[in-house]
């Protein structure tokens, strides 16, 4: 099993993200507004087991969503369908956290992931990247 990480700080408070980010169906926050995405079945974006069908690029994804709580400010996805990446048995977690000494947010994306051992270290270093570029979009969107 590997783990792919990425922690930020943004600047405002775990619930102005939360209430931006909650939605699992909502992937345009990640994407910079590009691409075209729904959640099959007509479900919501918060219903555990809600499946976010996302086409970025030329590729699609198919995601399933795990876990939900608003609790926590947390929620947890896998991929259903092929991966974009030679991987198996990945499953991310979103999850903000307050700062409690400045009011702002510490956000993490942690995924871990199976995958053949020649190619553990350059998918892991490529969902860092993207976690980055998604992250940035996040910050875009909660700053406008």
Request: proline share 3%.
């Amino acid at each position: 099993m590997t783990t792919a990480y990425f922690g930020a700080v943004l600047p405002v408070d775990v619930d102005t993200v939360w209430a931006i980010a909650r939605d699992f169906g909502n992937y345009h926050l990640f994407t910079s507004g590009r691409g075209e995405v729904f959640v099959e079945e007509g479900k919501r974006g918060d219903c555990v087991g809600a499946i976010r069908n996302a086409t970025l690029d030329g590729g699609t994804v198919r995601q399933r969503l795990i876990s939900h709580s608003d609790f926590d400010h947390r929620y947890q996805y896998e991929f259903c369908g092929d991966p974009p990446f030679p991987f198996e048995n990945y499953l991310a977690t979103l999850h903000f956290r307050p700062v409690v000494q400045n009011g702002q947010t510490f956000a993490e994306w942690t995924a871990t992931f199976d995958c053949n051992l020649d190619q553990r270290e350059i998918i892991r270093h490529q969902l860092e990247n993207l976690f980055a570029i998604w992250f940035n979009s996040l910050n875009s969107q909660i700053r406008t």
